[in-house]
């Protein structure tokens, strides 16, 4: 029997425009598929999109759209972006669909059966962005993952017994594969140890989610319907045969992978969850650091991201993979920026794999008709092709090491270590001298030499073909050996490339890009994230002249020559309704407030220089205006995340805009 593989990646909120902080997860997973089809396990590969939860409720309402016209929208996003990215995921849930469903409903109906579920009223904190529940914490308090403002939650819900799982659960820690890496396995282990509270399971307050069985009051906790995709997607609880084989075929998953601040949710109540039904644990979970840019984790609330889209234009999907399992050291947080991504394609792809390829596949077509000549066994082999040979040998045993421990960088610096050795070789050994001489041992010494590189170049390609399936399939052909998904991996080894061999066409896989590649995608980004912000919020500072102070009027691309801006510039501003919730002085700034508001999507926290105009409790409970896409500052410590739009008055106090009718939080002013 076949050995099978299966592989998953979180599924992705619908609540925001996929981005390459999604792309990274998806890309890591692609790769470590990819690799295993090649080395013949029965691979499935698993991602998709959740969809439900007050997070999305409210980001539809805000969008004057129904829940599902706005996962419809935002899971084709990501479906067409995988496409588009050469994703081989071989299937794509959404938690909206009605045979995911069924099937939370009938692994809630087991647990329940279970004894692992009863009724009880929940009354504290919790993240709706998050969609995290914070035992602790007063109603005020951040949440402690993202800092966002929590929210009092007070309802009858229906509780897991999570508690009746702390000793089943640091058993099964034991296994030091089960986590990976170790400083995640180690917080994992200190938040169990530190005891665990039953988990509140079901929500009464909205009604975007899936009913609970027999009480549909209550909608399932998101976090139990999101992470149950594991098994409904492979066909658990599915009364149909085929489904059910493939149930039983694929699960256990051998690896989850996620990001890392979703490891509580993965390691501690997806485990609990599946014990309490009665089902196999996942074999490893593996959790992957962030990508930043400009310092903060790449999210749609920082106004930080970087759309993949863009650099798929420019550069194309292999070299943004390539960048990221290369450049950042799997496990940790690493930094994106053009510059380096620009750098690393020119340096290891045009310079290293795609130079490889062209010089030495150009010179067999030049010297050898485009043949893979004979290497000589005789006087005119050399030491250098043996430490070749070996060097290839030593690398497919590391690189396959390295890999499979998903420390991917360090796989891939051990492959282009190959690559540059080749370089030094064909530098040295000269065969385009070598070819303009005609006697024999000069042909014989030529056809070595180019014969050498052109395996060296096959294995590199074999290695580098999960992380770059596009631009090695390319190679591939052009060596003349067809189709790279039929190479069957395990069997990799040195002198495999068969004399005589015909080369395919050759041509340029990697052209080099120029600085403008560079200027060409951050303008791309720039144009997609709108106008350069201005620095300061109208409400900490009035302005010197009399007038009602918008943001466009603060903003420097507003500032044309005539005064005048565009409606497209306009509608770059988000202009949003928001409801504030707290309000308080800040300790030692006689001017400033913070304030707490809810924009329909999330609650910010907004400082604003309005302390002499209004007393905070005069605020609570009020509608004002705010530019909800302003990228955030630090003002006293303290992050402001938003500007509330204020008349400023010349010499006088700052006047917050509102209105006279009702209306809902969160709507947008355009
Ligand atoms: N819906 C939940 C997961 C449920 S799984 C049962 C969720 N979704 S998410 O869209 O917010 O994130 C999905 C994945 O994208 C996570 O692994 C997350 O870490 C990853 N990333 C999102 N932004 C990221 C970065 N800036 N950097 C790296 N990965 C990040 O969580």
Redesign the pocket.
């Known amino acids: 029997m076949s050995k099978k593989f299966y592989i998953t990646?979180?599924?992705?909120?619908v609540n925001?425009r996929p981005?390459?902080?999604?792309a990274?997860?998806?890309i890591a997973c692609d790769t470590i598929a990819r690799r295993q089809r090649l080395l013949g396990a029965e691979t499935f590969f698993l991602t998709g999109?959740?969809e439900h939860g007050q997070k999305i409720e409210r980001a539809a309402q805000a969008a004057g759209k129904t829940p599902q016209q706005y996962a419809d929208e935002i899971s084709a996003e990501f479906r067409k972006l995988w496409k588009r990215m050469g994703i081989s995921n071989d299937d794509f849930i959404r938690t909206t669909e009605d045979r995911h469903k069924k099937r939370v409903q009938e692994l809630f109906r087991t647990i329940r059966d279970n004894g692992f579920i009863y009724k009880g009223t929940y009354t504290g904190q919790y993240c709706v962005s998050?969609?995290l529940y914070v035992d602790g914490a007063k109603p005020g308090d951040p949440c402690p993952t993202c800092g966002r403002i929590t929210e009092t939650v007070q309802e009858e819900n229906y509780f897991f017994k999570l508690s009746a799982f702390q000793d089943k659960l640091l058993a099964l820690y034991a296994n030091a594969e089960f986590i990976r890496p170790e400083a995640r396995r180690n917080e994992v282990i200190s938040f169990v140890r530190s005891g665990l509270r039953d988990l509140s399971i079901s929500r009464s307050t909205f009604s975007w989610g899936i009913p609970v069985p027999d009480d549909p009051k209550h909608v399932i906790y998101v976090?139990l319907d999101?992470?149950?995709?594991?098994i409904t997607a492979i066909g658990y609880g599915s009364s149909h045969a085929g489904a059910q084989e493939a149930f039983k075929k694929f699960w256990p998953a051998d690896v989850h992978?996620?990001?890392?601040?979703?490891v509580r949710?993965?390691c501690v109540y997806?485990p609990a969850f599946l014990m309490a039904a009665g089902l196999a644990m996942p074999k490893a979970i593996v959790a992957?650091?962030?990508?930043?840019?400009e310092e903060s984790?790449?999210?749609k609330s920082r106004g930080n991201?970087v759309r993949t889209e863009t650099i798929l234009d420019v550069l194309g999907a292999d070299a943004l993979r390539y960048f990221l399992l290369r450049e950042v050291v799997f496990g940790q947080?690493g930094s994106f920026s053009f510059d380096a991504l620009v750098q690393r394609y020119n340096s290891d792809l045009a310079n290293g794999l795609g130079n490889l390829a062209s010089r030495t596949l150009t010179m067999i077509n030049r010297y050898f008709k485009g043949e893979v000549p004979y290497p000589s066994h005789g006087a005119s082999k050399k030491a250098a092709d043996d430490a070749i040979a070996e060097f290839a040998r030593k690398t497919i045993r590391e690189f396959g090491e390295l890999f499979d421990q998903f420390q991917f960088s360090r796989a891939l610096e051990s492959a282009w270590a190959l690559v540059a050795a080749v370089d030094k070789y064909i530098v040295e050994n000269e065969p385009w001298a070598l070819g303009e001489k005609q006697d024999e041992e000069s042909r014989s010494r030529l056809a070595t030499v180019l014969y050498t590189a052109a395996e060296a170049l096959r294995i590199a390609t074999a290695l580098a073909y999960p992380v770059m399936p596009e631009a090695t399939a390319k190679i591939w052909t052009q060596l003349g050996l067809g189709d790279i998904k039929k190479l069957a991996l395990s069997e990799l080894a040195w002198g495999q490339l068969r004399l005589g061999t015909k080369l395919g066409e050759v041509q340029p896989v990697f052209p080099r890009a120029d600085k403008s590649a560079i200027e060409r995608m951050q303008k791309m980004e720039e144009d997609q994230r709108g106008i350069p912000v201005p620095e300061i919020t109208a409400a900490e500072v009035p302005a010197p002249s009399s007038s009602t102070q918008t943001a466009s009027t603060a903003a420097p691309a507003a500032a044309a020559t005539n005064n005048k801006i565009s409606i497209d510039d306009f509608a770059k501003i988000e202009l949003r309704v928001g409801l504030v919730k707290v309000a308080e002085r800040v300790p030692k700034a006689d001017k400033l407030l913070r304030l707490e508001i809810d924009i329909g999507t999330e609650v910010r926290q907004v400082l604003a220089g309005i302390a002499e105009a209004y007393a905070p409790e005069t605020l609570v409970g009020r509608k004002v205006v705010i530019v909800a896409n302003l990228a955030p500052r630090k003002l006293r410590g303290m992050e402001s995340n938003g500007m509330i739009v204020a008349a400023s008055l010349e010499g006088g106090s700052p006047v917050l805009a509102g209105f006279l009718e009702d209306v809902p939080v969160g709507a947008r002013l355009k």
């Open positions: 990646t979180p599924i992705y909120y925001a981005h390459i902080g999604h990274y997860t998806t999109t959740d998050d969609e976090w999101a992470l149950a995709n594991y992978m996620i990001g890392k601040e979703i949710f993965h997806w992957h650091g962030w990508l930043l840019f984790k790449m999210s991201i947080d």
